[in-house]
């Protein structure tokens, strides 16, 4: 009877064992804080996962640049020393350079002419182009439409900008466009930007309203100008190694549970974008609304010439006019 009870025992134990073993952790990582329209993207691609995995998988967030800046996460990713990670596509040329055509500056009409962009044929294709250089990039998402910042002046026009020591992404499309207004550009992982801002190592930044408030860059910048002048998208981005390992209705889960942290982080951009400036000007912020956009078009005519060069007309005219 003893021997029995026993047995009993150690097979429920084994069995609670192997359930136990049975569950993979995963890591996530962004560069901003968990209060952010990223850390609501990562946060319920976590949950999703979980609830459609029933529980066989829990990804682990990390914010704030702990595992360290979206460049150093991207190559841990690539590497397979880390699972996935959360990332606008600032330094992703330099895994994936045709990426790059996506951050041309005024390349998009408006929010909602970007999101149909990478949600249909021309964003699906490029995903792809992400598995010859080990990853799995299971959606887009998005960090949102790029305004500038500076402790100087205020800015009303590209001539403003002229001269300015700015902060860029690392990011060749951006570091040419910058300096075709003028700006010194220096590129720069973003957990350095509020020490390189507060000690005025540089004199600004551009950023999505999203990202400058959770990151309190009122706090070190007076003067915000909504120029519009980039939509930043983002992406999930995962080792291959460990996609090619899930069984094929894991890789559904995680492809969905990506789909609904993309589209959460996307509502928290637009109610981000909806308050933004009233929110920074309460915290002493000067906010230029109005610029003219044409003129800052105008201004990169040379900039584009050489993009066209690089890309194609026609690719960037595809972008352009996709309805």
Do not use: C
């Amino acid at each position: 009877m003893k021997f029995n009870v026993l047995f009993a025992a150690a097979v429920v134990t084994a069995g609670f064992m192997a359930s136990a073993s049975a569950q993979t952790t995963m890591k996530i990582s962004i560069s901003v804080a968990q209060n952010s329209h990223q850390g609501v993207a990562i946060d319920t691609f976590a949950r999703e996962v979980e609830k459609r995995t029933a529980g066989r998988y829990k990804i682990q967030p990390f914010y704030s640049g702990s595992l360290g800046g979206e460049r150093e996460s991207i190559e841990a990713v690539q590497l397979g020393t880390q699972e996935l990670t959360f990332s606008s596509t600032g330094p992703v040329p330099n895994f994936v350079p045709e990426a790059r055509i996506l951050d041309i500056p005024f390349l998009f009409r408006d929010k909602a002419h970007a999101r149909g962009v990478l949600d249909g044929a021309i964003g699906q294709d490029m995903l792809v182009k992400f598995e010859a250089k080990g990853f799995k990039a299971l959606a887009w998402g998005e960090n949102g439409v790029r305004h500038m910042t500076n402790s100087k002046r205020a800015v009303n026009s590209p001539d403003d900008l002229k001269g300015l020591k700015m902060r860029t992404m690392e990011n060749p499309v951006h570091v040419a466009a910058y300096k075709g207004f003028g700006i010194v550009p220096t590129p720069m992982a973003f957990p350095e930007v509020f020490t390189a801002l507060q000690q005025g190592t540089v004199d600004g930044q551009e950023n999505p309203l999203s990202v400058i408030m959770a990151a309190k860059f009122d706090q070190v910048q007076k003067h915000l100008t909504l120029t519009g002048h980039v939509y930043s998208p983002a992406i999930f981005l995962m080792s291959k190694g460990a996609f090619d390992k899930l069984s094929a209705a894991d890789k559904t889960a995680f492809l969905e549970a990506a789909k609904e942290g993309a589209k959460a982080g996307r509502a928290r951009v637009d109610e981000d974008d909806a308050k933004g400036v009233a929110e920074l000007r309460s915290k002493g912020m000067s906010v230029v609304e109005n610029v003219d956009k044409a003129k800052f078009v105008s201004t990169l005519g040379p900039v584009y010439a050489d993009f066209e060069k690089q890309f194609g007309k026609a690719e960037i005219d595809k972008i352009r006019n996709a309805k």
